[in-house]
């Protein structure tokens, strides 16, 4: 190739990477300073849920940890909502916290660890003790002046649910897929269409609340108390729990991602490196629940139809890796690792459920910040031990 010709092709490339580097997602190196503020947590560990705030102060220390419950007791006693929030939780107030280049990040004296969006509005992380309770927790930055227009349009909500009979040995495990549509005025309804829910409706109704910070609450038609959870800003993603069960009702955790339009849904969109987090249960039954873990993982995306997942840390054992394909659905719903899947239109976020008989669960994938889209880089990932806890360091090749 001529000179001229090289030049012509150099310069080619330079204004499409332009192009596509000012209409997308950006890598970026994120730092303490990236998370920061305050958020509220939606959490299921081990068959209870909890709903909490974390306050942030952007220089590594994590500043107030609050249980936002109503009440919560212990052995039928009711305890002080700070000792429960520290107890229950597991991460000490004013502990230390520290983000990774890639938006991974974990707290000191605690071995809690997870992955921070680029843009800063959601955490999600684990619990990577294998002899600590297995959780999800998913947390999303307090706004400020939205409401209920702040939920408009379709959803696809991923639910993970226990229903809880009268012993300990009457709980199963349930994941579903509710297809909802919200009208910004304080009403939803919605269909379910993937998964099962023992002696439940398919068609779901709920009236909804969001206050001025993103507070969330939805109520379904029929049960008493609302869920409670969190709305982002921009209102592509919620999270709510029910706080208030008891025996004889459910407890559930529940994540609404903003559907992508299906022209938009491409294997494209999947060009990127996922931080995992997961909430499992395998060998439920009708009369018994297995065995509850959690995990912390990474997953690769070709762009084209195919994935690389790999298990990092968690309660699971042993640790696992695999390699597969990827199904975009014509709903606009994507199929990999087992799990039925929405993503968010510029690609950062993802919510995934199992609903294979017998291993329900709930996965969230946050992109790497340094490995986004058209600047995806080929890298080394190698765990790394720091403070017992291991995360990812990547290396540019």
Not at 7 to 33: E, K, P
Not at 115 to 127: K, R, W, Y
Not at 153 to 165: P, Q, R, T
Not at 301 to 317: K, V
Request: proline fraction near 3%; glycine fraction near 12%; charge should be negative.
């Amino acid at each position: 190739m001529g000179f001229q010709k090289k030049t012509m092709v150099f310069l080619a490339v330079i204004f499409v990477c332009g192009m596509i580097a000012a209409t997308g997602a950006r890598a970026q190196i994120l730092t303490d300073a990236d998370l920061n503020g305050r958020y509220i947590v939606s959490q299921l560990i081990a068959g209870e849920t909890l709903i909490y705030a974390l306050e942030f102060d952007g220089a590594g220390v994590l500043t107030d940890l609050a249980l936002l419950n109503a009440s919560f007791k212990v052995n039928g006693e009711d305890i002080d909502p700070d000792t429960a929030a520290q107890i229950i939780i597991g991460i000490p107030e004013s502990t230390l916290y520290s983000v990774q280049p890639d938006g991974s990040f974990f707290f000191s004296g605690s071995s809690m660890a997870g992955a921070l969006s680029s843009n800063g509005q959601i955490i999600s992380f684990v619990q990577t003790d294998k002899g600590g309770l297995p959780q999800i927790n998913i947390g999303i930055r307090a706004a400020s002046g939205i409401s209920d227009t702040a939920l408009v349009g379709d959803y696809f909500i991923h639910v993970f649910e226990f229903d809880i009979g009268n012993t300990v040995n009457e709980l199963e495990a349930n994941s579903y897929i509710i297809d909802a549509s919200f009208d910004a005025m304080g009403q939803m309804s919605g269909e379910l269409i993937a998964g099962s829910i023992v002696d439940a409706d398919p068609i779901f109704r709920a009236g909804y609340r969001v206050e001025e910070t993103g507070l969330l609450f939805i109520e379904r038609e029929g049960e008493g108390s609302p869920d409670t959870g969190a709305v982002s800003a921009d209102g592509s993603v919620f999270a709510a729990v029910d706080t208030n069960w008891a025996e004889g009702e459910d407890i559930r955790i529940m994540i609404g991602v903003k559907a992508a339009d299906e022209d938009e849904l491409t294997h494209q969109l999947f060009l990127s490196e996922y931080f995992f987090t997961e909430l499992l249960v395998a060998g439920s039954t009708p009369t018994s629940v297995g065995q509850f873990v959690d995990i912390f993982g990474q997953m690769n995306f070709d762009g084209f139809s195919g994935f690389q997942r790999r298990q990092l840390f968690g309660t699971i054992s042993p640790l696992e890796s695999t390699i597969g394909t990827v199904r975009i659905l014509t709903d606009g719903l994507f199929v990999a690792d087992g799990l039925t899947g929405t993503i968010v239109p510029d690609g950062s976020f993802f919510a995934a459920t199992r609903i294979e008989p017998g291993l329900a669960g709930l996965r969230i994938g946050i992109a790497n910040s340094t490995f986004i889209g058209s600047e995806r880089r080929l890298l080394n990932v190698e765990p790394v031990d720091h403070d017992a806890v291991c995360f990812i360091r990547a290396v540019k090749k």
